[in-house]
């Protein structure tokens, strides 16, 4: 299979004719049938219903023009946005992230970031934690934001903020009728919904490590992908779930209670390589700087500890 089959399948779908998709394409109408037959041997299934007029899609035939589309789309914005690099039209800056931190700040450091350089293309790409060191090293993104510590010394981490850990607990339930902040040690014995389920080491692992400190046994661990999951299965009743308190605002029919402790937190953290001299980078830290001024209510004393990061290296 290759983009040439794609856009040839994409061609005849949107024409319903090979004779039209052959005059379009500037290709011989033979040749183009033999092309959608060969991507349809290789797949394994029909794609195209010849003997009707004008030419259906079959179930399969619908699927995979949607999905050629998108690959098409892809290719070509790689392609526009390549091109723009290489005429020196804008710069790219791809910043990678962990879901729990576009309710905590990262929305707004985008938007600054597009007015102060409306010449820059911005890609933002989520990705665990652990992932972000490898694509950084790899050069597929220029900066992260983890929850993370790590020992690569090609990378410097800046930790921005410790935030603090809140349980999302069931409605109608016992330890949701109060809203003062939760011993650890309540979560002895109950289901505790944690996520993500990999890669790992990740930010179930610091909540179960966090636990296990405590000598806080749960009756029953449950591993989700996404953090979105995990509250659903809360609001559902299924467990707990120990989150970023930023990201409370997810859902509103769960209860949420603070987790008591200094050590009940996940920190926020930058990440880039060393010696990267883009003045990007140094934007970037110049608007966090400017951000974290402004004491949005992300980093109010409720949701963090009282510190501000250090953009010493």
Wanted: proline share 7%; with cysteine.
């Amino acid at each position: 299979m290759d983009l040439r089959q794609l856009r040839y399948f994409v061609g005849v779908a949107r024409e319903r004719n090979f004779t039209r998709a052959a005059e379009q394409l500037n290709i011989a109408q033979p040749p183009l049938s033999r092309q959608i037959q060969a991507l349809e041997d290789e797949l394994g299934v029909a794609l195209l219903i010849r003997n009707s007029r004008p030419v259906r899609l079959t179930e399969a035939g619908r699927l995979f023009y949607e999905q050629a589309l998108q690959v098409l789309g892809r290719v070509e914005q790689m392609r526009a946005a390549t091109r723009r690099v290489g005429l020196n039209q804008n710069s790219v800056l791809s910043i990678g992230f962990v879901a729990s931190t576009l309710y905590g700040g990262l929305p707004s450091l985008v938007r600054k970031l597009r007015h102060r350089t409306p010449d820059i293309e911005i890609q933002v790409l989520e990705m665990m934690s652990v992932q972000q060191i490898p694509a950084l090293k790899e050069g597929r993104i220029d900066i992260g934001f983890g929850r993370l510590h790590h020992s690569d010394s090609g990378v410097v981490e800046i930790v921005l903020r410790e935030e603090r850990l809140t349980v999302a607990i069931p409605k109608d339930t016992p330890l949701a009728q109060d809203s003062a902040p939760l011993p650890i040690s309540a979560l002895t014995g109950q289901k505790l919904i944690v996520y993500p389920k990999e890669p790992r080491p990740g930010y179930a692992d610091q909540v179960l490590n966090l636990l296990h400190g405590h000598d806080v046994r749960p009756a029953e661990v449950q591993e989700v992908r996404e953090i979105q999951t995990a509250l659903g299965l809360v609001a559902a009743e299924t467990g707990l779930c120990v989150i970023p308190s930023s990201a409370r605002q997810m859902r509103s029919d769960v209860h949420y209670r603070l987790l008591e402790g200094e050590r009940a937190t996940s920190p926020v953290i930058l990440y880039h390589r060393v010696g990267d001299t883009s003045p990007y980078i140094d934007l970037v830290k110049e608007v966090i700087k400017e951000m974290y001024a402004e004491n949005p209510p992300w980093l109010s004393a409720e949701h963090n500890l009282p510190t501000r990061p250090s953009f010493a290296e």
